[in-house]
């Protein structure tokens, strides 16, 4: 039995990595910051610098960072990230941190320091072009959610990967942030008073209500694939070379449009937030058209990869029936525009707003970009039955933030 939890502090998280296996030397003197930026967790930042070795030791603590102990939050979060870290790194390898050691009691994972990467949505916000980044996320998304789907899988180990990331607290925030508060006038959200009338006109919105019920619904209720479960641009770090997907604490089996979906919402939350960044207009329009690119490249990238692991590696004759992968491709397309669209308001009304729109200083330029996400999030999940290719999701949203800006 190892010893009770306790969460760590810059010192007992240094003697904890003292007593790692084969890390640092013995006679290292370690330095150590608590680097956590996110919502949730601790994330301590280790380094020997006579060495040069650094790891990062994730841990969770049993409440929400972000609001404290009144927020109680389970401690079996860090064992679904440390176990979907590990699939991710057979399945995907290279596309994640590598995993040095897991501790179940002290709820932690010990992981590849990837300091010379940057956050994801920071760079962007800095309107830095990451090369790689469309094609490494297509084959994050096709090798992670074929790998762990019905169509690899033999019926039985499915079920007991089921089994294994059972994670109701996690998926209980999700479905109460993404799919209920924005929808009503909830004590959890948090907007800006510019908007209101914008957002008193969604909490009416009984058409868009039922859409989004049904999405909610397939987030509750398909067990397609194992997910990421919160694939933002803020758990995604980049260099120029490499891209490295972190934080799967949210993992669980659900409909694989759903990490399709947050990625694109991602991309659209910083679409619609460059004008009210610095910068000309054709800085503005060039780094645009890097996004919807992106967007764009990172579906046809992930198609064309699903297939090709679906022509290797299915075997049940039932999923080879002519069309079916078909069918499959199209209703992660036209699920990921409706995930991507509740992903966007809730970002915009709900607690936990994303820096993209949050670090635009001017209230009234924030709410022109705000005004814009809650067009382009509704008309994603009122519309998406008529999207049949990435082309159109793009097209669909492009051509809502042009208009709204020749209106404003
Ligand atoms: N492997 C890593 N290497 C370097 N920095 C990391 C690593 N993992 C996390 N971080 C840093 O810690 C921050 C918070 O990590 P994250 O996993 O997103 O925590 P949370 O679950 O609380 O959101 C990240 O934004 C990043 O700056
Ligand atoms: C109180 S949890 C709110 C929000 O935070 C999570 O993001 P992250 O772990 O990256 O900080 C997730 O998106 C939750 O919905």
Redesign the pocket.
Known sequence: MGEAYQALNEQTAVNYARRLEGVFPEEAVLENREIGD????LVFHIVDPASGRSVIIKQALPY?R??GES?PLTLDRARIEGEALQLYNQWAPGLVPKVFASDREQALTVMEDLSDHIILRKGMIGRTRYPRLAEDMAAFLARTLFFSSEYALTPAEKKARVRQFINPEMCD??EK??FTDPYYDAETNSFNPLIREEVESIWKNEGLKREVAQLKEAFMARAQALLHG?L?T??IMVTAESTKVI?P??AFYGPMGFDVGALWANFFLSYVSQEGHPGDAEEIRSYREWIRDTAEAMWTGFESRFRALWQEHVTDPMWTAPGFLDDVIHQVLQDAAGFAGCKMMRRVIG??PVADLESLEDASERAKAEKLALEVGKALVLRRRNLHSAEDVLRLVCSIASKQEVQA
């Open positions: 996110g919502n949730l967790n929400a972000v609001v927020w925030i999700t942030l993404v919160d933002h803020g758990s934080d604490e949210f607690l936990a």
